[in-house]
């Protein structure tokens, strides 16, 4: 039995990993041909290779799933079509059993998109957005077009490029009185976060100052900045919902519940994290149902088809739940958790009745 756990597992895995390889694949060719129409002096096709290169992993993250549900439909669909599938069930191989030999290797691309989605894709996202705008706006002059704009009491913000970190690029600020008088405008090259003393330092500062009847132009070579304004906060301003770790999306969300601000669309994104497993799991014990029922003798083709088909159905129920749960404040949680229960208890059905 063990054996047979491994040559099931194996197979699975196999055909898994070629689906993910294929779906991120020609997603990345998409992105490079986007993003090449952006290519100017400053921003080469080399910097678009390095753009979406870094992104891979998000893009590994988000295709996991469907990766999943089109492997298992190809890897079940093989062993099917070599009758192997049978000569199980002749065995006495139960169709639950087999749900769990498939389970094995499945487990190791949960635990991948976890890995993924908590350490590296919220840092690597930002690393590549930051070092895009760096190169297409650079630290010389404000692209109010692009860029992050932030509030803080009479003052606002615009930041060309965030990095990693605290690393600011092109720091424009306007400091106004209580009247909504201009008081002072500033810009810098550069900008960075001293974390042990909770201030930022600005290089290269070039300072207009409006009095009554006239302006004063000062430069510094560098000046300390007090703000509330942290690295961690940077991030969730700069990145949408999707792309931050849980334990972001977690704390943050405390955060807006204490300045009774609404949360839906980052609680709606903080449990989707949180079950991508069991999205990943429902899907394979759907695929496995697939092969089992409908698509017993199905060719190799239509098995696919059906496989893209699902996968782009689920991910469009998902994605109309979310915004639903906001609009009519149903809980997230049952926006997120309807497309996993619907998927599981088909699947467990078909399941069931083929055995």
């Known amino acids: ?48 290779l390095i753009y979406v290169g870094t992104l891979l992993p998000s893009r590994i993250y988000e295709y996991i799933p469907f990766a999943s549900l089109i492997g298992c439909l190809i890897g079940l669909g093989l062993l099917a079509g070599n009758s192997e599938v049978i000569v199980m069930r002749a065995a006495g191989v139960s169709p639950l059993r087999i ?26 996202d930002q690393l590549a957005e930051g070092r895009r705008e760096y190169l297409r706006k650079g630290e010389s002059a404000q692209d109010s077009a692009s860029g992050l704009w932030n509030r803080e009491g009479n003052e606002f913000m615009h930041f060309n490029a965030v990095f990693p970190g605290g690393v600011l690029y092109g ?58 304004l942290t690295p961690n906060v940077l991030t969730l301003n700069i990145l949408p919902a999707d792309s931050l770790s849980i334990e972001s999306l977690y704390n943050y969300i405390g955060f807006l519940e204490l300045q009774n601000t609404d949360t839906a669309s980052y609680e709606v994104a903080f449990w989707r994290k949180v079950l991508q497993p069991l999205v990943i799991v429902s899907l394979v014990v759907l695929a496995i149902s697939f092969v089992f029922g ?33 609009v009519f404040q149903f809980p997230p949680l049952l926006a997120v958790l309807l497309p996993i229960v619907f998927c599981m208890a088909v699947g467990l059905f078909l399941i069931r009745r083929a055995g």
């Open 1 to 48: 039995m063990q054996r047979l756990s491994r040559h099931v597992g194996i197979t699975v895995f196999a055909a898994i990993a070629v689906a993910l390889l294929v779906l991120v694949g020609l997603d990345s060719v998409g992105a490079i041909i986007d993003q090449s129409g952006d290519v100017r002096q400053n921003y080469h096709f080399a910097d678009v």
């Open 99 to 124: 749900v769990g030999f498939v389970l094995k290797p499945v487990l190791v691309f949960i635990v991948l998109a976890m890995t993924i989605g908590e350490y590296f894709s919220p840092y690597l």
């Open 171 to 228: 720091v424009t600020r306007y400091r106004f009185t209580d009247d909504r008088q201009i008081e002072e405008a500033s810009f810098s090259s550069r900008a960075t976060f001293n974390a042990s003393e909770g201030y930022w330092i600005e290089e290269n500062v070039s300072i207009t100052r409006f009095l009554e009847d006239r302006t004063e132009k000062d430069k510094q070579v560098t000046r300390r900045w007090d703000s509330e």
């Open 294 to 326: 409908p698509l017993r003798d199905a060719t190799m083709g239509f098995r696919i088809f059906i496989g893209v088909v699902v996968g782009i159905s689920f991910r469009i129920f998902q994605d109309m739940l979310g915004p639903l749960s906001v």
